[in-house]
């Protein structure tokens, strides 16, 4: 290959191998993003049809904490990249910790949000039609959230460990892909849940 | 690129046979095999061994219409044939063989050392697998472990509020949705792992733009694959909400909806048909040059055709659904964009002609396949255009007219594709020829068959035979028609076991092939048949579209001319 590729005009050279984390990242993003499209669609589709009560109004409350913690989580999760980047690998574990807690933060408040919901407001996925949309939607976002809450323990473990190195950024910034895409899922599942579909 | 691939050393490629391995340490190898080539073969034959067991479902159904008020099997036994039937053709027959043909080629073709992901390569195989063995553990595990239900009932589709509790009783319809649930994940990964390999695998030189034809039109289905797999995946998350947590998706008494299972299904639905069949385009745009010794006629057009194709079969899917009554905007919305996707096929029709046309046509096995798979897409194109007229539509939807419709483009279209890349390749895969005579025995009872089977098919549907009755009044009509249809389904059969056993005779005593035996043009036959463990000894750079031709032809190469 060495003596073949110095004969190829670097034009000729297509999009390098070391790319494929990240495309094949996106090409999951794709996918996942027509998962959550049908839900946010049934959402919309289902919004004030539900026969019985309680209504979205009357149960949900808009959970800036939760909102604020995931978005703040996707800030953190950058920094410790571009420490990871420069070698500082104490930085980044610092970060990346932040990051871990901010999003188990995020599913702790969800959690206590479905408890009240459930407990206080009497509202299962059973109990009518927007019971059953917004515990699915909200849920498959929480699950998503969970399954990157798993992923950053791991790392941070790896990087307890001192397993993770400084030419590990790349692939680190692949599962950061993710976490972002999470965070944006839930700009949409935000704003449709809790303002568009009130 | 160059940097991920070391330079191997122009070694002699081992053909030793293995003599006496163990069996158990050969099945070991493929079981724990990531390698392209291996998972390939793997994926297409799952795939046959679905299509056979699909097609003996189809046989049981077809003896039970042969004659008016039969009653070789029960309703209920019909319903679940024709609801397996359909099942393990699209999911584990066609999809496995599809992705058993990316596999194996994409990586061959480009020039790579394997697909982009080889572990994840070999997890989506294994989800595709387990999915079936889900799907068919129903026929014990529905009865065995819960006392009620049997085998999924519903229809491949699943209409709501037929899949509800009330009217699903047992454990069938969940059988039917976990394993396409499965399947589905294991196809997401396929998919994505296509996609990748296509965007950054490609060899020195491989530009976009001359990448062969069957490569760019996986890459439109790869993007097919991730954009409609997830509808399927959200509504089965949806169906089991409902039957496992009392959802209310598509209970119509809490205010849900039966018609919005209808619409993500078939959002998921259309875009397969294009999933499964632009793969056998790329068949053919592959087989019908090499045997018409020239190149591709059109080939930019034939790729813009691809991706348009790609666009518009997002945007048709309720065309399944006219019966329903939906509104005359949408209706109209519908009848549109169905009439307008047949434009690109019709271009790629137009194309593949012209690649014949002047051409020094010889009519081996994959040529007389691909020949009439174009010829049998102009047909099935056709009754698509008369089916996207809504009021004919109307008058015959969910009638064996569209069954006919439908079973002339997969059978017609798809199958004969993969009977196609399987003769044309098959020399690559084991490094003997198939017997040709055999297969044109395959070749002429197929045909035979299938034309009598489905061309007929056409007529009980005119005559207003509707889809899924396990039997009919003999004042009717329909006796003769069904009868035609059924006696079709021998030949068919006959064909498949003699290409059966050409394949395994072949196997063993087939000619020689070489590393090139047809004479072509794209990279995977530059390597060894069949082609080591490592693909390529020696990258050969590619300038043109035709890069074997260059090599062969150094005094008149496509270069010059591109």
């Known amino acids: ?198 | 690129m160059a940097d991920a691939q070391p330079i191997l050393p122009p070694m002699v490629i081992s053909t030793e046979v293995e003599t006496s391995r163990p069996m158990v340490q050969v099945l070991h190898d493929w079981i724990v095999t990531v390698d392209h080539k291996k998972l390939g073969v793997m994926y297409f034959s799952y795939g046959i061994v679905a299509l056979v067991v699909g097609g003996i479902e189809a046989s049981i159904m077809r003896a039970q219409l042969a004659s008016a008020n039969s009653h070789l099997v029960s309703p209920e036994v019909f319903n679940r044939l024709f609801t397996m039937h359909g099942t393990t053709m699209i999911f584990f027959a066609a999809m496995p063989i599809v992705f058993g043909i990316a596999n194996y080629l994409i990586p061959l073709m480009l020039g790579a050392r394997d697909m982009a992901f080889p572990r994840l390569n070999a997890w989506g195989f294994w989800m595709t697998a387990f999915g079936g063995i889900i799907l068919y553990f129903s026929f014990i595990g529905g009865f065995g472990l819960y006392g009620a239900g049997s085998a999924p009932d519903v229809g491949w589709f699943a209409y709501a509020p037929l899949t509800s509790p009330a009217f699903s009783v047992g454990h069938s319809t969940d059988y039917w949705t976990i394993g396409l649930l499965i399947s589905g994940f294991g196809s997401i990964a396929t998919g994505l792992n296509i996609m990748t390999t296509i965007l950054c695998l490609r060899g020195p030189g491989m530009k976009l733009s001359r990448m062969p034809m069957l490569v760019w039109l996986y890459s439109v289905m790869a993007f097919l694959v991730l954009v409609a797999i997830g509808p399927l995946t959200a509504a089965q998350i949806m169906l089991l909400i409902d039957r496992y947590l009392g959802g209310h998706f598509f209970d119509t008494q809490a205010g849900g909806s039966a018609v919005i299972w209808m619409h993500f299904f078939w959002i998921f639905g259309h875009p397969e048909v294009y999933i499964l069949v632009l793969p056998a385009f790329g068949i053919l745009s592959e087989v019908i040059p090499v045997f018409s010794r020239k190149p591709i006629f059109g080939y930019n057009i034939m790729v813009a055709a691809t991706v348009a194709i790609g666009f518009i079969s997002l945007s048709v899917w309720a065309h399944h659904m006219f019966t329903v009554g939906m509104s005359s905007y949408a209706n109209a919305f519908f009848v549109a964009s169905t009439a307008a996707i047949a434009v690109p096929t019709g271009i790629k029709i137009f194309n593949w002609i012209g690649t014949m046309w002047g051409g020094k046509i010889s009519f081996k096995t994959p040529m007389l396949f691909a020949v009439a798979a174009v010829v049998q897409m102009l047909i099935a194109g056709l009754t698509g255009i008369m089916l996207s007229a809504a009021p004919f539509d109307w008058q015959l939807g969910n009638s064996y007219f569209v069954i006919a419709h439908f079973h002339y483009v997969i059978l017609g279209v798809i199958v004969f594709g993969a009977f196609s890349a399987a003769y044309y390749w098959y020399p690559k895969v084991t490094g003997r020829m198939m017997s040709d005579s055999l297969g044109k025995w395959h070749f002429w009872l197929f045909l035979i068959g299938f034309h009598m089977t489905f061309d007929f098919m056409h007529i009980p549907g005119l005559l207003g035979m509707p889809r899924r009755i396990y039997t009919y009044d003999a004042s009717r009509g329909w006796e003769s028609w069904n009868l035609i249809v059924s006696v079709g389904v021998i030949f068919q059969a006959l064909g498949v076991l003699i290409w059966v056993f050409n394949v395994i005779s072949s196997y063993y005593k087939g000619k020689v092939a070489g590393n090139d035996p047809w004479d072509a043009w794209t990279l995977e036959w530059s390597t060894t048949s069949p082609p080591p463990d490592y693909n390529f000894a020696e990258l050969p750079v590619v300038r043109s579209r035709r890069p074997l031709w260059d090599l062969k032809h150094p005094e008149d190469p496509d270069w010059k001319y591109e």
């Open chain 1, 1 to 198: 290959m060495a003596a073949a590729s110095t004969t190829v005009p670097q034009s000729e050279v297509p999009l390098s191998a070391n790319l494929r984390g990240k495309v094949g990242m996106w090409c999951l993003i794709v996918a996942e993003s027509s998962i959550f499209c049908i839900f946010v669609v049934a959402y919309l589709y289902y919004a004030a049809k539900s026969v019985s009560g309680p209504t979205p109004a009357q149960v949900l409350h808009v959970p800036y904490f939760a909102s604020i913690c995931l978005f703040a989580s996707s800030a953190t999760i950058m920094l410790a990249e571009r420490a990871l980047h420069r070698g500082n690998i104490k930085q980044f574990g610092l970060l990346w910790f932040l990051t871990l807690a901010l999003g188990v933060t995020f599913l702790a408040e969800t959690g206590i949000e479905w408890q009240r919901l459930i407990y206080h407001e009497g509202l299962t996925i059973s109990t009518n039609l927007f019971g059953t949309t917004y515990y699915s939607l909200v849920g498959l976002h929480a699950f998503h959230v969970t399954v990157g809450a798993i992923g950053l323990t791991l790392i941070l473990l790896f990087t307890l460990f001192g397993a993770v190195k400084q030419e590990h950024a790349e692939r680190i910034g692949v599962f950061g892909m993710y976490w972002h895409f999470v965070d944006v899922i839930w700009v949409v599942v935000l704003s449709v849940v809790y303002f568009i579909a009130r």
